[in-house]
C-alpha cells in the first residue's frame, strides 16, 4: 500500500487535535505516517504513543502554513493530508480518495465535504475573491454535485495530495501568518493546469475555526478588520488589532492586492451596515 503521511498543527485546541488524531489511526490505512507539530500551545497537546507517529514542539507559534511546511518536509510518504485538528475523518477517507488521486495525474488536489458537529452542511470551496462575486454574495459553499467536481479552490481543513504535486508548485506560502495560503495553494495548482477536486461523496466533520476563536472576538470584525486596518496599514501606523483578524487582513492584502481588498472590504461592510438597518 501507498505510504501516506498526515500533517496536522495544534494551537491550543488540544481535545480536538486528540480526537483528530484518534480519527485519522481509526481508519486503519495500513501505511500511516503521522507527523503533528505544536504551535507552543499553553498546555502541551496528549500524543498517542505510537511508532508510526513524530511529533514536533514549537517554541513559539510560527504561524500556519511555516509549520504545515515543517511537517512536509519531515514527510516520506507518496501521499500527503494536511489536516486541521478540528476535524474528524470518517474510516473510508484514504481508500476513496487515494483512488480518486490516482486516477487522473491532472488532480492536484482533493477536498472532502464538510459538515458541523450536528450534521449541518458547511461549506468547504471557495470562489475565487473579486468585487463582482462579492457584491453577489458569493461566498465558500458546497457544490450540487454527487460526484467529484473540479473547483476554483478547496479548503486548507483538509487537503489531499500527491508527492508528485508537491514537486511542482512547491511547500505552502510563508509570506502569511495564516489564511489565504490554501487559496495561494490552489491558485498556483491552476496556473500549470492541474485540477482542484471537490468530492461530496467522502464527509468530514469540522469544528471550524476553533483556534482563531481564542483571539478572534467578533465584535472588532466590522470595523476594524474591513475597514480601519488596512488603511492604518497602507499609512504604517501603529497595530491594535487583535491578532486573528490582522492576520486575516495581511494575508487578504497580499492575495488580492491592497487595493482591490479594499474595495471587497468596503462592499462587506456596507453590506453588514445594511443589514442592520432591517
Known sequence: ??????????????????????????TKYPNLELILI??????PPKIPQDPKVTYIQNSSNIGLPRAWNQGLKKATGEYLLVLNPDTRLPKDFFEVELALLKSDPKIGVVGPKFVDTDGTLQ?????????????????????????PVEVNSVSGACLFFSRKTLDVIGPFTEEVFMFFEDMDFCRRLRLVGLKNIFDPRVAIIHGHGQSTKQTSPDKYRNLWEIIIYPIRKLLNKPNTL????????????????????????LILWTSEKLKLLK
Open 1 to 26: 500500500m501507498e505510504k501516506i503521511s498526515v500533517i496536522c498543527v495544534n494551537w491550543n485546541v488540544g481535545e480536538s487535535f486528540t480526537r483528530c488524531i484518534k480519527s485519522v489511526l481509526d
Open 242 to 265: 487583535p491578532s486573528a483578524q490582522r492576520y486575516r487582513t495581511e494575508a487578504g492584502i497580499w492575495y488580492n492586492g491592497w487595493l482591490k481588498q479594499l474595495i471587497i472590504a
Open 38 to 43: 505544536d504551535n507552543n500551545s499553553h498546555k
Open 123 to 147: 461549506g468547504s470551496v471557495f470562489p475565487e475573491p473579486s468585487i463582482l462575486n462579492t457584491l453577489l454574495h458569493k461566498n465558500k459553499y458546497t457544490p450540487d454535485s454527487k460526484i
